[in-house]
């Protein structure tokens, strides 16, 4: 499956922004879906996981009840809305996939595949 992250910007301390990851070549219900996210002169880190179906979520700490994880399959598509963003989130973020039969997707290294990363920048 190819994948294609887009929605990052600038925005201000407090402010959202919405990430969309776009698939195409295969349909992501055969795929757990996961965002990670890297700054600069720092390792990839989770940020959030949804199961094929999206009835099941994981956030990283950090940014639980800031970030959403959600899926829209008929689209091909899956999203990270992002609210009370602070500038410790400035990061590039990536849009990730795994087969749906290894359960989770919280570490780089169970994803099979990687969108392009999205640049988000918090600042004022």
């Known amino acids: 499956v190819q994948l294609q992250a887009s929605g990052g910007g600038l925005v201000q301390p407090g402010g959202s922004l919405r990430l969309s990851c776009a698939a195409s070549?295969?349909?992501?219900?055969?795929?757990?879906m996961g965002w990670f996210r890297q700054a600069p002169g720092k390792e990839r880190d989770f940020v959030a996981t949804?199961?094929?179906?999206?009835?099941?979520?994981d956030y990283a700490d950090s940014v639980k009840g800031r970030f959403a994880i959600s899926r829209d399959n008929a689209k091909n598509t899956v999203y990270l809305q992002m609210n009370s963003l602070k500038p410790e989130d400035t990061a590039v973020y990536y849009c990730?996939?795994?087969?749906?039969?290894?359960?989770?997707?919280?570490?780089?290294?169970?994803?099979?595949?990687w969108g392009q990363g999205t640049q988000v920048t918090v600042s004022s």
């Open positions: 990730a996939a795994s087969s749906r039969h290894y359960g989770d997707l919280m570490s780089p290294g169970q994803a099979s595949s």
């Open positions: 070549g295969r349909t992501i219900s055969l795929y757990t």
């Open positions: 949804i199961n094929w179906s999206g009835s099941s979520t």
